[in-house]
């Protein structure tokens, strides 16, 4: 299961407040499998017939305010994608990479 949060550390590991977050929990025990965190809160997942960086397994896209839009492994929690509109200037995060 993946549950959205408010609030924590961007991916810089810098604090803002009203951040947000996507955390998956394992379904028997609800134990954090892992967290991805992001510039805004994420109001929507899609997680089926997405395929971002081609490696024959689904992937998901999630998008939130200030026009967040994240791709990520479900697997595993790994950053494909991270975009987001900070102070109207759009930045894009791809795989490791600030663009």
């Known amino acids: 299961m993946i549950v959205t ?3 924590g550390s961007d ?6 407040p009203c951040l947000g977050a996507l955390i ?11 967290t991805i965190h ?15 960086n081609k490696d024959g397994k689904m992937d998901c896209v ?3 305010r200030f026009g967040t839009v994240v791709a990520f492994d479900p697997r ?3 950053h494909l994608i991270l975009c987001w509109l900070p ?3 759009y930045m ?4 490791g990479v600030w663009a």
């Not at 991916?11 to 803002?16: A, L, P, T, V």
């Not at 998956?24 to 892992?34: E, M, Q, T």
């Not at 992001?38 to 971002?52: P, Q, Y």
């Open 76 to 78: 595993n929690g790994i």
């Open 5 to 7: 949060y408010v609030g």
């Open 24 to 34: 998956a929990l394992r379904g028997n025990d609800s134990s954090v499998l892992w």
């Open 92 to 95: 894009i995060y791809v795989q």
């Open 62 to 64: 999630g998008t939130g």
């Open 38 to 52: 992001t510039h805004a809160w994420m109001f929507e997942l899609n997680c089926g017939n997405i395929d971002v």
């Open 11 to 16: 991916i810089s590991g810098e604090d803002y």
């Open 87 to 89: 102070f109207f200037s």
